[in-house]
């Protein structure tokens, strides 16, 4: 909960602000924080994506294909 308290008093302290350049500073940074914020954080396989040379991409594509995508009609029952 410290976070939202914090977040509740830099918006009490933004409130307090008259001057017109100092919001467009402040409203410049949280724009470019947030574009930085969004680079960073980016998730799923795009982060891991070519890291793998071709051969081994390929090893693995033959591994999973003969492991797993396999069906043993035993295993059913």
């Not at 919001?23 to 969004?38: I, V």
């Not at 891991?48 to 693995?60: C, H, L, M, T, V």
Request: glycine content about 2%.
């Amino acid at each position: 909960m410290y976070i939202e308290a914090k977040k509740l008093h830099i918006i009490e302290e933004v409130l307090k602000i008259n001057n017109d350049a100092a919001l467009s500073a402040l409203e410049s940074f949280l724009k470019k924080s947030k574009s930085e914020e969004n680079l960073t954080n980016k998730s799923g396989f795009s982060e891991f994506s070519g890291i793998w040379s071709k051969s081994e991409a390929e090893e693995i594509e033959k591994i999973i294909s003969e492991s797993c995508e396999t069906i043993h009609p035993d295993d059913w029952k």
